[in-house]
């Protein structure tokens, strides 16, 4: 029914720039709050930043002022624009999103997942 893809990971090194997408489709007639997580191994999943159907922005102190959260409703898409990206930034990065669907119902959706390695 509702299906979210993410893109854009991959291997760079430190302060190299990488530029992720989350494309969403299906049955969709509203989407709301939507975020990027990361979770890296042996740590907990952890909010990047979220960005509401207003475009109110969030982000999580380490990663202020070098990523950037984006929507395009029109396109059912949100960006995440990683700058500066430091070893401690490698981690396997989630799309969430909130999504209304024509039926009525309310749910949270979660992407695959996408690879991000900063290396020295």
């Known amino acids: 029914q509702v299906q979210l893809v993410e893109s854009g990971g991959g291997l760079v090194q430190t302060g190299g720039s990488l530029r992720l997408s989350c494309a969403a489709s299906g049955s969709i007639y509203r989407l709301n709050i939507m975020g990027w997580y990361r979770q890296a191994p042996g740590k907990q999943r952890e909010l990047v930043a979220s960005?509401?159907?207003?475009?109110?922005?969030e982000y999580e102190d380490s990663v202020k002022g070098r990523f950037t959260i984006s929507r395009e409703n029109a396109k059912k898409m949100i960006d995440l624009q990683m700058d500066n990206l430091k070893p401690e930034d490698t981690a396997v990065y989630y799309c969430?999103?909130?999504?209304?669907?024509?039926?009525?119902?309310?749910?949270?959706?979660w992407g695959q997942g996408t690879q991000v390695t900063v290396s020295s």
């Open positions: 960005i509401t159907d207003d475009r109110i922005i």
């Open positions: 969430k999103a909130e999504i209304q669907t024509w039926d009525g119902k309310l749910s949270n959706y």
